[in-house]
Nanobody, 117 residues
Framework: QVQLVESGGGLVQTGGSLRLSCTYS????????LGWFRQAPGKQRELVAS???????TYTDSVKGRFAISRDNAKKTVDLQMMNLKPEDTAIYYC???????????WGQGTQVTVSS
């Protein structure tokens, strides 16, 4: 099992910045990748960014150049720095841990990000 706790959401104006943080615990040695997903009202949950065990990041096209994902294995955190935020970034953001051997996904409780125009 993996436990995830997010923090850092909030309300920001268009063009502003926010930093989300997720602390993970549990069976962390078997985590294949960590990531951030988001779900806007009426839409499916989508992958925003992920980072592999070796630190390789991937991003969905809509956030490339604006968001940056990072992980600190010593602190057991994965952060998402979000810059130049747009109203379409408004969503609940979820931290995710994926364990490939178990084909299992673990989720945090979610944190609301609202970008006002």
């Amino acid at each position: 099992q993996v436990q995830l706790v997010e923090s850092g959401g909030g309300l920001v104006q268009t063009g502003g910045s926010l930093r989300l943080s997720c602390t993970y615990s549990g069976s962390i040695a078997t985590i294949t990748a960590l990531g951030w997903f988001r779900q806007a009202p009426g839409k499916q949950r989508e992958l925003v960014a992920s980072i592999s065990g070796t630190g390789t990041p991937t991003y969905t096209d809509s956030v490339k150049g604006r968001f940056a994902i990072s992980r600190d294995n010593a602190k057991k955190t994965v952060d998402l720095q979000m810059m130049n935020l747009k109203p379409e970034d408004t969503a609940i953001y979820y931290c995710n841990a994926y364990r490939m051997r178990a084909s299992a996904n673990y989720w945090g409780q979610g944190t609301q990000v609202t970008v006002s125009s």
